[in-house]
């Protein structure tokens, strides 16, 4: 079945540090990939997304590229901040409307 | 933008009794979604809405009940909480676009508490 299994936490970085968390996923056909984003006491949002292999994401310095080859889609970030402190999402969508989320990487930055 | 809302924040019962989250989005998306969030599982699906009064089941229905009579308000109700059901309750919803990059909207979520 479809499933996305990604790196478990936590991870603790200091400040300006490189960032990636692996992501890698089963799915049939050609689903679309995305990285969510939780900061304490909220709700996910999309951090980005790509729809097809070779498609690279990016959004507030964060980057991830759909990599069908390895069935991956690790997301990482040249330099950390302290506001990027949060519990990260890969999730992958195989059909219209179907979501499927892996179990979450906590990312602690410190100063 | 209003966006989606969940209510309440927090919630604690007790065992035996019903409890109803609501969720309410100013968008007019098609789809609404509820997960439950659960240490080592991430989110997973418990049901959810492809338009008013079209409901099915996700990943974990069991002991939860839902109802869309209009498209903004997508109710979950346990109908007999259990501690196994203490968790996180996220609402979602989303634009039918028949594709499957489509991105779900997220409320802030609501902790429940059973005793």
């Known amino acids: 079945g479809d499933s996305v299994t990604q790196m478990e936490g936590p991870v603790t970085l200091s400040e300006e540090a490189f960032l990636t968390i692996n992501c890698t996923y089963t799915a049939t056909g050609y689903p679309s990939l995305f990285w969510y984003v939780q900061y304490p006491g909220e709700g996910l949002q999309l951090l980005l997304k790509?729809?097809?292999?070779?498609d690279k994401g990016s959004n507030k310095g964060f980057e991830a590229t759909y990599r069908k080859e390895t069935t991956s889609f690790h997301l990482e970030k040249g330099s950390v901040q302290v506001s990027d402190s949060a519990v990260y999402f890969c999730a992958l969508s195989p059909r219209a409307n179907n979501l499927f989320f892996g179990t979450g990487t906590r990312l602690t930055v410190i100063p | 933008d209003a966006g989606i809302t969940q209510s309440p924040r927090y919630k604690i019962t007790e065992t035996g009794r019903q409890v109803t989250l609501m969720c309410h989005q100013t968008w007019s998306h098609s789809y609404m979604f509820w997960y439950r969030q659960d240490l080592g599982h991430g989110l997973r699906l418990i049901y959810y809405?492809?338009?008013?009064?079209?409901?099915d089941k996700g990943e974990v229905p069991d002991g939860y009940v839902v109802s869309r009579s209009k498209t903004e308000n997508f109710p979950l109700t346990l109908e007999s909480a259990t501690r196994s059901q203490t968790s996180v309750y996220f609402c979602?919803?989303?634009?039918?676009?028949?594709?499957?990059?489509?991105?779900?909207?997220f409320g802030d979520g609501t902790r429940l508490s059973i005793l």
């Open positions: 809405s492809a338009a008013a009064d079209i409901t």
């Open positions: 790509a729809t097809k292999a070779d």
């Open positions: 979602a919803s989303s634009e039918d676009s028949g594709v499957r990059n489509q991105p779900q909207h």
